[in-house]
């Protein structure tokens, strides 16, 4: 049974930083493209960030240059540096393989960024 937990979300004034994790169990991730999702209030789920099974990652055009994907094979967990936050970055945070598999979504980790 494959379970995606995200973490570190938490309040933030607008310019500030958090670390987003998301710890897998019942998938290896180093062998799956994975993804970090968010939707915001009121919105669709959206595409932030990919990353390869090879290592190479992408960024909607909205975060790029400010997130970083990065992962941990040994630990078997993906993370997102997010840099430079704006109050439109507010949403729930998701992970999940790419393409995603509606069995594998988690509870997402809230991140709210205060003007």
């Known amino acids: 049974q494959v379970q995606l937990v995200e973490s570190g979300g938490g309040l933030v004034q607008a310019g500030g930083s958090l670390r987003l994790s998301c710890a897998a169990s019942g998938i290896i991730i180093s062998r799956n493209a994975m993804n970090w999702y968010r939707q915001a209030p009121g919105k669709q789920r959206e595409l932030v960030a990919t990353m390869t099974s090879g290592g190479s990652t992408d960024y909607a055009d909205s975060v790029k240059g400010r997130f970083a994907f990065s992962r941990d094979n040994a630990k078997n967990m993906v993370y997102l540096e997010m840099n430079s936050l704006k109050p439109e970055d507010t949403a729930v945070y998701y992970c999940?393989?790419?393409?995603?598999?509606?069995?594998?979504w988690g509870q997402g980790t809230q991140v709210t960024v205060s003007s």
């Open positions: 999940n393989t790419d393409p995603p598999n509606n069995r594998y």
